[in-house]
């Protein structure tokens, strides 16, 4: 069965500075990996996944994420916050034609 | 990726009442999914709505609580019946697997935020 943590449920950086959300999931197969983002009161984004093609996936809006085999994890990063990235943002690993969401991680950007 | 798009956006519902939620997507997909949010929490898979055939529910969610119909690749709908106060969630719908050319994502809709009151 697959399952995802996503370490931290609220992260706070200040404006330009890097961003890292953390998410480490467990499977029992080669793993696809997405990462989602939810603004105040609106539905889910796909920001970018990862499909067993390069380990480094870019996504939307200048995120990122590094798929690590060997230490299970997927963390999304940026390199420089910008007050529009405040919002909620869910690590999920597919299986079975299912989804398999973490907790989330709020984040919230300072001036 | 297809357009969703749900309705009611948001409704207010009184205790032992039922509300459907329509999902409509812009083009033909071969999954649809339904999923509960509840304040603060992360998403959770209802069911599985299946074309032509009664949906497949996860554990912990009936039928009898949320029916399912999907009559068409574009549409879906779920009941939410008999409510509560505990059913005051967000409810997105998802789709994965275009037709003809699949793909291997799910992308949601905007969302039901429905409250009981």
């Known amino acids: 069965a697959q399952s995802v943590t996503q370490l931290g449920s609220h992260v706070s950086v200040s404006e330009g500075a890097l961003v890292l959300l953390r998410c480490n999931y467990s499977?029992?197969?080669?793993?696809?990996l997405f990462w989602y983002v939810q603004y105040p009161n609106q539905g889910l984004q796909l920001l970018l996944k990862y499909t067993s093609a390069a380990t480094l996936v870019k996504g939307i809006n200048g995120f990122e994420a590094e798929f690590k085999k060997s230490e299970t994890s997927f963390h999304l990063t940026k390199p420089s916050a910008h007050m529009s990235d405040a919002a909620e943002y869910f690590c999920a690993v597919s299986g079975a034609q299912k989804l398999v969401f973490g907790q989330g991680t709020r984040l919230t950007i300072n001036p | 990726s297809a357009v969703i798009s749900q309705k009611p956006s948001r409704d207010i519902c009184q205790r032992g009442t039922s509300l459907t939620i329509q999902c409509q997507v812009d083009?033909?997909?071969?999954?649809m999914f339904w999923y509960r949010q509840q304040p603060g929490q992360s998403l959770t898979l209802i069911a599985t709505a299946n074309q032509g055939s009664e949906a497949t529910y996860e554990s912990g969610f009936v039928i009898d609580k949320f029916p399912i119909s999907r009559p068409n690749l574009t549409f879906s709908t779920l009941t939410v019946s008999n409510m509560s106060p505990e059913d005051s969630s967000i409810y997105l719908c998802s789709v994965e697997g275009g037709v003809p050319v699949h793909t291997d994502t799910q992308y949601f809709g905007p969302g039901t935020r429905l409250t009981v009151l």
């Open positions: 083009s033909q997909v071969t999954m």
């Open positions: 499977s029992s197969v080669p793993p696809y």
